[in-house]
Structure formats: structure tokens, C-alpha cells
């Protein structure tokens, strides 16, 4: 049982040895490709170019690019290319604008090959040129611009810039996508620090200016009630002689609280005026003068009494 095991062992280790030599060899030959996706295969042979596989999937090469298959893989040369979608960010570029005032531009961009063959034979370091290419295209559309155009219309600033490069980039193999001016920034720093301090005084000055409206609003505000409290006071004065006069008129209808209002009021006259009493034995106002003493007149002089 041990050795039917050990002999089957061998024969499947044997199959995969055997699968791999196959593989080797025929990709050695160039019997077939594989081609993943977003890659390309360029073949070169003897400074030729043979063919270009640039669709993923499986490839029979004698198919593609005939009998120099068997042998291009041993004399020649295949460079294989990533095609996907790449993304660079080119930070500060140096420009003035039409003021004088130094800026630093950041810049970003995407771009994909676009000519696999004009990507490895036109130029030797494409990806280099093509930021360089960027770099100077920024400098070159966006000096001597106005200041304040500079900081609000990026859109517009990266339209240009994408304009200027993708016709050129496209010699080399590249392509360009979105290109998009990110950051637009001060590149002396004395200037930013003056820039800081106005905008620091400004905002001094707008919070003193929201203080003093409302000092002033609040002063218009006393000013206006006060105003109508004197114009209600000065009209309540006016109406009070009438009032009391209307007000004593129906009280003296009332015989018994006529002449109880006015003995009260007398004897509070009295009272007031601090002058000597002499207090009568019997009298018709001796009970409410008690009375008045007996409530209020703890803190005056006390009076004489005869009798």
C-alpha cells in the first residue's frame, strides 16, 4: 500500500515538473503571452519592433508576430508597460505676478501612455520630461498675471495649463487627463506676515465698529424709551388735575365721605406741620386725632395735653 502511494506521489510530482518545463519552454520559444489587464507587451528584435500586445488575455505569438516568435524572446527583447492611470503633484512652482508679488503654484495632474512604442523610443526619460514639460508650461501661462485673478480663478488657470502640455506630451507617449492648479500660495514670508497683520488689524477694526453699532444702537434704544416715558409722564400729569377733580366731584355726592376725607386731610396737615397740639378734654375731632397719634405719631414731638 506504501509503495502504490509513493508511486502515485511520483507520477503527480512528476506531472507538475513536467507542466512547468513546458511553460518554461514554451514561453522561452514564444509559443504564447500572457497579458494582464491595463499592460502592454512591446517585442523588439535586432532594433525592430515586431509587435505590440496591448489587450489582456492569452496570446499564441507566432499569430502575432510570425516566426521571429521562436526566437525573440533569446535575441531580442519584450518590455512589458503599465498603462493604468497615473497621478503626480508638482509642489510650489515659482512665478511673480503682475504686481511683483512672488507665488508658488501647486499643480496636480494625471496622465496614462497613451503610444507604448513613442513611450520607449522618443524619449529616454518621458516621465521626467513630461514634469518638467508641466512645470514649465505653470511658469510660463500663469506669470504676470494679476494678483487677485491668480487667487480666484484656478479653474480657469488649470484649463490653460492643460491645454499648453497635453499637445506635447503626446510625442512622448503620454497622454494627459485632469490637470488641476490645487494650492496658489505667498513664497516670501515677510509678505505673509504683513498679509497676517492686516488681516488682523481688519478684524480689530470690524469688531470694534460691531461694538460701537451696538453701544450706539443701545443708547438709541434708552434714548427712545426714555422719550416716550417722559411723553407718558408729562401727559399723565396733564390728565391728573382733571382726574382728581372728577374723583373729589363723586366722592363729595357722598355727604359722610366728603367729610371724612377732609377732616382726614386736615388733621394730616396738622401733623405735618410739627406745631404744638393741645388736645381738649371733649371735642369733635379728639377721636381721630387718638387715633392719628396712637398709628403714626410715634416719631414726632409728643404734644401737650390740657383739661
Known amino acids: ?9 511520483r507520477f503527480v510530482l512528476s506531472l507538475f515538473i513536467l507542466e512547468f518545463l513546458l511553460k518554461l519552454f514554451a514561453r522561452m520559444f514564444g509559443l504564447y503571452a500572457i497579458v494582464e489587464e491595463r499592460q502592454c507587451k512591446v517585442y523588439v528584435l535586432f532594433g525592430q519592433v ?3 500586445l496591448d489587450e489582456p488575455g492569452l496570446h499564441i505569438l507566432p499569430f502575432k508576430i510570425g516566426a ?7 535575441l531580442g527583447k519584450c518590455y512589458t508597460l503599465d498603462m493604468r492611470l497615473d497621478q503626480e503633484y ?3 512652482q515659482p512665478v511673480n505676478s503682475e504686481e511683483g508679488a512672488p507665488m508658488g503654484i ?24 513630461l514634469r518638467a514639460n508641466v512645470s514649465s508650461s505653470t511658469v510660463r501661462c500663469l506669470s504676470n498675471m494679476p494678483l487677485a485673478e491668480m487667487l480666484e480663478t484656478r479653474h480657469n488657470m488649470s484649463q490653460v495649463v492643460r491645454s499648453e502640455v497635453s499637445a506635447m506630451s503626446q510625442e512622448w507617449g503620454y497622454k494627459t487627463g485632469s490637470v488641476y492648479i490645487r494650492k496658489v500660495h505667498f513664497r516670501d514670508l515677510g509678505m505673509i506676515r504683513q498679509i497676517e497683520e492686516k ?3 481688519r478684524l480689530r477694526q470690524v469688531t470694534s465698529a460691531i461694538r460701537q ?16 416715558a417722559a411723553v407718558e409722564f408729562a401727559r399723565a400729569a396733564a390728565i391728573r388735575p382733571a382726574t382728581l377733580r372728577r374723583v373729589l366731584a363723586e366722592v363729595a355726592t357722598v355727604p359722610e365721605v366728603n367729610k371724612a376725607l377732609f377732616e382726614i386731610l386736615e388733621t394730616q396737615r396738622m401733623l405735618a406741620s410739627g406745631a404744638r397740639l393741645n388736645l381738649l378734654a371733649a371735642g369733635a375731632h379728639n377721636g381721630a386725632l387718638t387715633a392719628l397719634l396712637a398709628s403714626g405719631g410715634a416719631s414726632q414731638q409728643p404734644p401737650s395735653a390740657a383739661g
Not at 521571429?68 to 533569446?74: G, K, P, Q, S
Not at 453699532?213 to 416716550?228: H, L
Open 106 to 129: 501647486g499643480i496636480w495632474y494625471e496622465m496614462w501612455i497613451s503610444d507604448p512604442v513613442h513611450f520607449l523610443f522618443k524619449n529616454t526619460d518621458p516621465s521626467g520630461s
Open 1 to 9: 500500500m506504501s509503495d502504490l502511494l509513493f508511486s502515485v506521489f
Open 199 to 201: 488681516v488682523v488689524n
Open 50 to 52: 515586431l509587435g505590440v
Open 68 to 74: 521571429a516568435a521562436f526566437i525573440v524572446n533569446l
Open 213 to 228: 453699532a451696538g453701544a450706539n444702537q443701545v443708547s438709541e434704544n434708552t434714548r427712545s424709551a426714555e422719550r416716550e
Open 90 to 92: 508638482l509642489r510650489s
